[in-house]
């Protein structure tokens, strides 16, 4: 479980970056629908590390929100099932 934390963490913000270089260049970008599905399959704190990092949506409230409050409930999740 703790891998899978990590990958898919470490995978959101990849792609968080992965899309901000894309937009930089005006090339095809990355759905908000997968930044969102990475966030919600666990990946919200490497999301949101990527939006702050790479400074990427942060100008969309629903990013500057929702993802601290998703990542909030995550790491909630994950240090209730390390217990």
């Known amino acids: ?48 590390a990527g939006m702050y990092t790479f400074r990427h949506k942060t100008r969309h409230r629903t990013f500057r929100y929702g993802l601290p409050l998703l990542a909030a409930v995550e790491l909630f999740l994950y240090w209730r099932g390390m217990r």
């Open 1 to 48: 479980m703790v891998q899978y934390g990590i990958a898919i963490n470490l995978l959101a913000f990849f792609v968080m970056g992965v899309d901000k270089y894309k937009a930089k260049r005006r090339r095809f970008r990355t759905a908000e629908r997968t930044l969102w599905l990475l966030a919600w399959l666990g990946g919200a704190l490497g999301a949101m």
